[in-house]
């Protein structure tokens, strides 16, 4: 029995959810930034972002110490793979929220507008998708993993909504490009925001089940990997 | 060449104790397969099936069929010349202390009655060489004996030993477990070039030396094969929970 090492991957999924729990408030705290024109919730934002990444370094070394010591196999192995991706989409939720936070300091500075786009909305599911895939990791469920991958593309439909109100409304109302602008690139972080979540879920089946979902013949993850490189 | 092992429905038994339970596998050519599994499970007991060394054991049995190429190895084939076709390795080297390293080496072809100095003598030198010792021993082939040479060289004289008489598989029980990591590796390095002439099944507690050197890899248990897969496939996803348990130590 290798109890000191199933004992250190316990350690490593506790620590990958405190991250995953500050990743989570970002998102959760730019938004309602975005609701209330609070920035002192863009500072806040603005300071979890060191943490978020100490916590992925941290994490990534955890992670690597136990493959170069403890020789992992099969499902062992596939969680620290799953650990090692996981890791670097929880940082780059955290980056999405640096980016909303961002573009919600510029909103503030501009005359507020009625747009056609409900970015709270847009925030529910996506933070949804987000909760569940960790839910997912915590439960090594991946039936709700599976559910994770069928709310993308809700996303993608809001998100391209957006895009062509937006372009519809900016045509109609040049004056209110900046701020329509500014929203369309939150909508567009909170699209990413699911898409790491897709990831996530993604690599706890291939941790529980130990079957690579990606590049499956949907055009969810095909759209993905384009956009991942843009 | 190396040749293909198939066996269907094995069964060995030492006295009342069933020790190998109804085992079917094929093992492909010219590739290496490793077997693992918990002290007791039966591997050395199925290797020794292969080469008719099971029943050297007056109490031992063993049933079914083991086709090494096309020849059934308990029907059509005598023991000795069985024991020509496959080579065995074990954990502890046992060359022949006394006998020089020349003589360890053409010990098989010897016994066979071979006397041909000119033939004895390349022989030697390239089953010297296959076993990556030529180097090292070249200059005192009859000078030193077999004892005089360090636990890893003498391995590797077994080796040689057993490759001068041109087997076509090599089974080897632990051939690394009683090595450092440089002998060791120096065997995993031997095990990749002779695949390409013989058929190699090991067995080894060591799972990442099944992972580093086997194409294909099967685990036992209790005297019954559990799984039998391509070496990847065991390590990263095998199929029954008991394979995983005992690979990621959850075992017992
Ligand atoms: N010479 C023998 N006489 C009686 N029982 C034996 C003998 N060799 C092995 N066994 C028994 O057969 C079983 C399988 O042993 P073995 O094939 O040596 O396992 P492994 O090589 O996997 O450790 C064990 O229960 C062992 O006690
Ligand atoms: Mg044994």
Redesign the interface.
Known sequence: ??VK??KNLDELKERLLVMAGLAEQAVQRSIEAYRTRDLSLCDLVFQSEPAINRFEREVDQMALDLLAME????????FLYAVLRINADLERVGDQAVNIAARVQEMTAQASAELPVDIPKLANLSSAMVRKSLQSLIEANSEMAHSVLAMDDEVDAMNSDAFHAITELVQRKPDLAPQALNALIIARNLERVGDHATNIAEDVIFWVE?ADVRHSSDSRSEKRDVEETS | MGVGIEVVDLNAWYGVTHTLKDITLNIPPNSATALIGPSGCGKSTFVRCLNRMHETNPAARATGTVKVGDRDIYRDASPVEIRRRIGMVFQRPNPFPTMSIYDNVASGLKLNGFRNRKVLDEVVERSLKQSALWEEVKDDLKKKSGASLSGGQQQRLCIARALAVDPEVLLMDEPASALDPVSTSKIEDLIFNLKNEYTIVIVTHNMQQAARVAENTGFFLMGQLVEFTSTNVIFTKPKDKRTEDYITGRFG
């Open positions: 029995m290798r090492f199933h020789q992992p196999m099969a499902v062992d192995l596939r130990g």
